[in-house]
């Protein structure tokens, strides 16, 4: 198969089957994009995951952003080990060399002039640094998904200047910082960094009032609770072992909540608050002992699809 041929000629196809994936990857990114959406309907008789994978790499890239997953959504909810399709670790996509990493993330800067809006780098088995992803954590980008990845590091002030980030997934790494990075990000949706080495005042999240998720539980973070008051379309607020603090009573316009983990923090307050909170699933109060107004009991009578642990 020599270079510049069409992936869509059988004999260069079936050549192109035979190849690794470093060797796929370094033809992929040569093929006329008309060819793209071709060559993802061919793959769908395929077995293998790899070589699915990887083309499904070449459509995001052609659009707006890169995607090196095993899964489009990663979220097990680890905090009760229930509403998860994932029993096990995700395999790593492939690994790749860090020069290509750093290509295939200089390649969407280079096709799109820095707007790049999605970068999913999600357990592919590689050490590296925020910084190397320095060229498109730009004001454009809106969803980082960078989770899974143990020998990730760096510090999240490089993430100070996505001033449009809507998502942000960094749990299973070695990132630290201080969430004072999100100052300027009052788009954010979600945020999950949960057990990071993660500092600061929570109050950091009050121009985020449209807030779904946030999944903070052991970290260092603090500050007080009623910063949440104005995000009614919360669905997740994870806080579990942290040194955050406040009035339970903060969070009662916050109805929409389904998963509430709070033990082990410094709240306080009536639980009263949660008795007509009737999406709650799971509410975690344990070892707080600022709380009173109901008993576990009661609680769970007023709330009989959640389970209440207080």
């Not at 190849?19 to 994009?33: A, C």
């Not at 973070?221 to 579990?240: A, N, T």
Request: overall charge negative.
């Amino acid at each position: 198969m020599g270079a510049g041929a069409s992936l869509l000629h059988e004999e260069d196809y079936e050549h192109f089957l035979e190849l690794g994936p470093v060797e796929q990857y370094k033809w992929l990114r040569k093929i006329p994009k008309g060819e793209v959406a071709e060559l993802m309907e061919r793959t769908k008789v395929l077995d293998s995951h790899d070589r699915i994978n990887i083309l499904k790499l070449l459509r995001q890239s052609n659009l707006r952003g890169l995607v090196v997953s095993v899964s489009d959504e990663i979220e097990a909810e680890a905090e009760w080990g229930v509403d998860s399709d994932e029993e096990s670790e995700p395999e790593p996509l492939f690994v790749l060399g860090n020069e290509i990493l750093v290509d295939l993330v200089d390649r969407q800067k280079d096709q799109f002039s820095g707007n790049v809006t999605v970068l999913q780098l999600v357990s592919i088995g590689l050490e590296f640094n925020l910084r190397e992803l320095s060229s498109v954590l730009t004001p454009n980008l809106r969803t980082l998904n960078l989770s899974r990845n143990q020998q990730l590091s760096g510090d999240i002030s490089q993430l100070a200047a996505c001033a449009a980030l809507f998502e942000v997934c960094l749990e299973g790494t070695a990132v630290k910082g201080d969430v004072s990075a999100f100052y300027k990000c009052p788009k954010l949706h979600k945020i999950l960094l949960s057990g990071l080495a993660v500092t600061g005042d929570v109050q950091v999240f009050a121009p985020c009032v449209a807030l779904k998720k946030v999944w903070l539980r052991e970290t260092k973070v603090h500050g007080d609770v009623k910063v949440f008051s104005k995000c009614r379309q919360l669905v997740d607020l994870l806080l579990r072992r942290t040194k955050v603090s406040g009035n339970l009573k903060a969070l009662e316009k916050c109805i929409k909540l389904q998963n509430l983990s709070l033990s082990r923090t410094q709240v306080s307050g009536s639980v009263v608050t949660f008795r007509n909170f009737k999406n709650l699933k799971h509410l975690s109060l344990e070892f707080c002992p600022g709380l009173s107004g109901m008993t576990r009991e009661e609680l769970e009578y007023h709330l009989p699809n959640c389970a209440v642990s207080f």
